[in-house]
């Protein structure tokens, strides 16, 4: 099973400042990443696939980099509203393997 | 507007069953494969099931082989997760999601485009 290892666990960042997150997978999985974000007592919403294409409608704020094994999640000038928990997930079609990291909490410092 | 609404959960006690539901709107249903990702309490997000289009193909997380079924109606535009012989770690929010594909130098690219507001199984004696 491919392990997605998220850090830092939690990062406080002040509104206004840039938020980097990190993403690192046990093996490669090319491009094959995409990023959620998650606010409390709601579902995950898609942010980045193919680790760097915004989906539609997510502000240019957003920004998704890597390839292989290493990733980051950039928000570029942090809004009140992008204070949430971020995922990372590989999905590899065949065979199945889809697994998520355990999470980047983005708090307000 | 495209839509996934969950419906099902409830409490069951060890050992019971459960059947959950997804129900598809704004889209065409038997386009799309889906899946059933799921979320214990303050933890993260496991991915749990995936169906193809026609319902001919599924795949499962190991933790639930075997115990678990997914399945659906494209003429109802609903999917399902029937659980069996449940346990106390199967305590989650349970989401169903639309699987989507984006092809790019002769590569494709899965995600997770859409997601229902999930539904909690609470697995308690």
């Known amino acids: 099973e491919i392990v997605m290892t998220q850090s830092p666990a939690t990062l406080s960042v002040s509104p206004g400042e840039r938020a980097t997150l990190s993403c690192r997978a046990s093996?490669?999985?090319?491009?094959?990443l995409a990023w959620y974000q998650q606010k409390p007592g709601q579902a995950p919403r898609l942010l980045i696939y193919?680790?760097?294409i915004r989906a539609t409608g997510i502000p240019a704020r957003f920004s998704g980099s890597g390839s292989g094994t290493e990733f980051t999640l950039t928000i570029s000038i942090l809004q009140s509203e992008d204070f949430a928990v971020y995922y990372c997930q590989q999905y590899n079609n065949w065979p199945p393997s889809i697994t998520f990291g355990q999470g980047t909490r983005l708090e307000i410092k | 507007e495209v839509q996934l609404v969950e419906s099902g959960g409830g409490l069951v006690q060890p050992g019971g069953s459960l059947r959950l539901s997804c129900a598809a709107s704004g889209f065409t249903f038997s386009s799309y494969w889906m899946h059933w990702v799921r979320q214990a309490p303050g933890k993260g997000l496991v991915w749990v099931s995936r169906?193809?289009?026609?319902?001919?193909?599924?795949s499962y997380a190991d933790s639930v082989k075997g115990r678990f079924t997914i399945s659906r109606d494209n003429a109802k535009n609903t999917l399902y997760l029937q659980m069996n012989s449940l346990r106390a770690e199967d305590t989650a929010v349970y989401y169903c999601?639309?699987?989507?594909?984006?092809?790019?130098?002769?590569?494709?690219?899965?995600?997770?485009?859409?997601w229902g507001k999930g539904t909690t199984v609470t697995v308690s004696s």
């Open positions: 999601a639309r699987d989507s594909v984006w092809f790019s130098n002769y590569y494709y690219y899965y995600y997770m485009d859409v």
């Open positions: 193919g680790a760097s």
């Open positions: 093996q490669s999985v090319s491009s094959n």
């Open positions: 169906i193809n289009s026609d319902g001919s193909s599924t």
